[in-house]
């Protein structure tokens, strides 16, 4: 190794260092946007190496050709979907980024163990085995996030709501039995092709069995636990080319999303292993009217909500998608600080799995300058809830439903903000309509309850202006 090569190595540990220190600083949102610089930094300088080290390979023009187009076409696209993307479609934007991550680090396995079959020595079982797995995660990866991005979106092929596989568990047991198999037989036996593939198309169909029956709340766990198998995926990649910068930087996505993907489970009350068996958010009972007890719903005009507002003592803001959808983040911090500057204490109760990605709310309201003080986890905010004067819900439905207390719906089990706790609670809805779990709200029949019908920012804006004329 002469002095080049040790200098681009030393590069690639600093880019590596940045991509740490660019995580230990996401730990905050105050710090969040500078340790995202920090971690592009560190790519930066990792890619340049990877170039310099290209030049002194002597690598050819055509190997050059591919690479600039490969930049061109990725680094544009990832440039304008960056700058284009709403803060509602991120979920989806995320989950098509792991489907691009995953496939191209199991492009990277098929291409290595087709140069391994043609050379003239066998393969050593240590390369092959992270070969399969580059492959396996990768393919999982891919066809998994490809679909809960379709089910993000609403597509007509992949619905929002579970689909359940016929045979369910059954087939995707027999899919990673397929692939136990398949990859035994390669470590221990002989090298094959022919096998490669069927631990492909078996890996492509797990994804799929393993994301159909998923619906409702559940996504943005999954969203997680994909994220955290891109990550593997890459550093398996890392291992197959002898890339440290690939091993360090996906280890770091692979253990965080696995961390990540444990706190949402534990947020949802779900359990991480039936995620990978397949049987994770299709729930048992029929997506539907909840059987809670019936009642009547009150509609609110703007000037009693006003009232309701202007003469609290203490307000908590219930944010949640149909926030994010109206984009009302900076409509909902103006009438916060009206309802401040009369005395009142304003609040907002994030709940870990509101809007369809983890840290959904806490971002939006980040952007519209809200004091990060004033975003309360629900394990915090919910002892509030008996002493708050108003609870005030905006676009946020599953999160509030009293349904998660009772068993025999799909969001049994899991915890919710205690909205239905407070004195009085005012929602703001643009209709009747049911949340992404696809049940009803026993919150809004409610006595507490008033309903407010507009789109959040208009219903926002009236109440800052009926604040004011109070």
């Given at each position: ?385 008996d002493r708050a004067d108003v609870a005030l819900v905006v676009g946020a439905n599953d999160v509030t439903n009293p349904a998660a207390r009772r068993p025999g719906s799909p969001v049994s089990g899991m915890p919710i903000l205690d909205v239905d706790h407070a004195k009085s609670i005012i929602v703001i809805k643009r209709s009747m309509g049911r949340g992404y779990a696809g049940i009803d709200n026993e919150l809004y029949t409610n006595p507490k309850t008033g309903m407010l019908f507009a789109d959040a920012k208009d219903g926002l804006a009236a109440l800052v202006a009926a604040v004011k004329a109070v």
């Amino acid at each position: 190794m002469d002095t080049l090569d040790v200098i681009i190595r030393l590069v690639w540990l600093a880019g590596a260092a940045a991509f740490v220190l660019g995580l230990m600083r996401m730990n905050s949102p105050a710090t969040a946007r500078n340790g995202n610089l920090l971690s592009a930094g560190g790519m930066a300088f990792a890619v340049g190496a990877t170039g310099v080290l290209l030049l002194k390979d002597g690598a050819s023009g055509t190997a050059w050709l591919i690479i600039a187009v490969g930049i061109v076409i990725g680094g544009g696209l990832g440039l304008y979907t960056a700058r284009t993307v709403a803060m509602t479609a991120m979920p989806q934007l995320v989950s098509l980024f792991n489907a691009v991550g995953g496939g191209a680090a199991a492009l990277i396995g098929i291409d290595e163990y087709i140069r391994l079959v043609a050379a003239p020595e066998p393969a050593p079982v240590t390369t092959t085995v992270f070969v399969v797995l580059d492959i396996v995660i990768g393919s999982v990866t891919f066809s998994g996030s490809l679909i809960a991005s379709g089910k993000l979106m609403g597509l007509s092929i992949t619905p929002s709501r579970p689909v359940m596989v016929p045979g369910g568990q059954l087939v995707t047991l027999a899919l990673a039995a397929i692939v136990v198999v398949s990859a035994g037989y390669l470590f221990f036996v002989a090298e094959s092709l022919p096998l490669i593939g069927v631990i492909l198309v078996a890996s492509l169909v797990f994804g799929v069995t393993m994301t159909l029956p998923i619906g409702g709340a559940d996504m943005p766990v999954v969203i997680s636990l994909l994220n955290s198998f891109t990550g593997t995926a890459v550093a398996m990649a890392g291992f197959v080319i002898d890339n440290i910068v690939l091993i360090i930087a996906g280890a770091l996505v692979g253990a965080s999303g696995a961390i990540l993907t444990k706190l949402m489970a534990d947020a949802m009350n779900r359990s991480v292993l039936n995620i990978m068996v397949g049987g994770f958010g299709g729930g048992e009972g029929v997506a539907g009217a909840v059987g809670g007890e019936g009642g009547s719903v009150r509609e609110l005009n703007v000037d009693d909500a006003a009232i309701q507002l202007a003469y609290a003592s203490s307000v908590i803001v219930v944010p949640g998608y149909g926030l994010a959808v109206a984009q009302a983040q900076h409509s909902v911090r103006e009438l916060a600080e009206i309802l401040e500057e009369r005395g009142v204490t304003v609040n907002y109760a994030i709940h870990p799995v509101a809007g369809r990605m983890p840290g959904h709310m806490n971002v939006l309201l980040a952007e519209a300058n809200v004091p990060y003080p004033q975003l309360r986890e629900m394990e915090d905010i919910n002892p509030e809830f008996d002493r708050a004067d108003v609870a005030l819900v905006v676009g946020a439905n599953d999160v509030t439903n009293p349904a998660a207390r009772r068993p025999g719906s799909p969001v049994s089990g899991m915890p919710i903000l205690d909205v239905d706790h407070a004195k009085s609670i005012i929602v703001i809805k643009r209709s009747m309509g049911r949340g992404y779990a696809g049940i009803d709200n026993e919150l809004y029949t409610n006595p507490k309850t008033g309903m407010l019908f507009a789109d959040a920012k208009d219903g926002l804006a009236a109440l800052v202006a009926a604040v004011k004329a109070v």
